[in-house]
Nanobody
């Protein structure tokens, strides 16, 4: 089982990045998926979640209207389009997958995790 995140980088405030996460070793289409992030000195926090089929999305208030989560089940890939980036979005971003029913926004609800990709936003 593996989740491989990529697409992070350094951008100026107002810029955009697109993160990708490729899943392997399990049937990705059967799992809800999400992005979390962890800033230096802070706990990991929920960013966005998408249902197995891709029909349901849920966002934290801090990214709503700026970030868009999506998935391609045929390619076993999860995406996070990040627009209007702010310095406070600087963090390591992690992808995760779960089979738990409901809107899952907590770390323990996710059994599979990627290794993280660094996003740095300068002012």
């Amino acid at each position: 089982v593996q989740l491989q995140a990529s697409g992070g980088g350094s951008v100026q405030a107002g810029g955009s990045l697109r993160l990708s996460c490729v899943a392997s070793g399990f049937r990705f289409r059967n799992y809800h998926a999400a992005w979390f992030r962890q800033a230096p000195g802070k706990d990991r926090e929920f960013v966005a979640r998408i249902s197995r089929s891709g029909s349901g999305e849920y966002y934290s208030d801090s990214v709503k209207g700026r970030f868009t989560i999506s998935r391609d089940n045929a390619a076993s890939t999860l995406y996070l389009q990040m627009n209007g980036l702010k310095p406070e979005d600087t963090a390591i971003y992690y992808c995760a997958a779960t089979s738990t029913v409901g809107v899952q926004t907590e770390d323990p609800q996710y059994g599979y995790w990627g290794q993280g990709t660094q996003v740095t936003v300068s002012s």
